[in-house]
């Protein structure tokens, strides 16, 4: 396992074990594991992520294909673009969702939104200026 798997594995147990709650940097932001099928391979896959709610709307949630601004898109972005559903965990519910991409101007404002709440993600547009624009896809309980 290398040591991303292994990172991600130890924030998936304590998400578990503590419903949905993690410390470290990722104390009190809203987190979520985000299941998904490899495209290629068929694997069934799990992948801690933040997420931002959706101020109006308690079934729609939004999650950032960031890869802490790396030159490509996460391999769960193409995954979830490619089946259009899936299942979240949140706190201690599993549920499934529809998967929407999210363009343009609304991208744009939802994506601000992340970066005032996660400064981070700013530095992660910043990385991949000229480069990629992060995707946001909006997650609506189905």
């Known amino acids: 396992m290398d040591d991303m798997s292994d990172w991600n594995t130890n924030i998936i147990e304590e998400f578990r074990a503590n419903e949905g709650r993690v410390g470290g940097p990722f104390e009190g932001a809203p987190m979520l594991v985000l299941h998904h099928r490899g495209r290629k391979t068929g694997r069934d896959l799990v992948t801690p992520l933040v997420y931002l709610p959706d101020e109006k709307d308690a079934d ?79 997650l609506r309980r189905a």
């Open 60 to 138: 729609l949630i939004y999650i950032f294909a960031s890869k802490a601004g790396a030159p490509e898109n996460p391999a769960w972005y193409h995954n979830l673009v490619a089946a259009g559903n899936t299942k979240v965990e949140r706190g201690t519910e599993t549920y499934p969702v529809t998967v929407t991409e999210v363009t343009g101007a609304d991208r744009d404002r939802i994506y601000a939104e992340q970066v005032g709440r996660m400064p981070g993600f700013g530095e992660y547009e910043d990385k991949t200026r000229g480069i990629r624009t992060i995707p946001v896809l909006a």
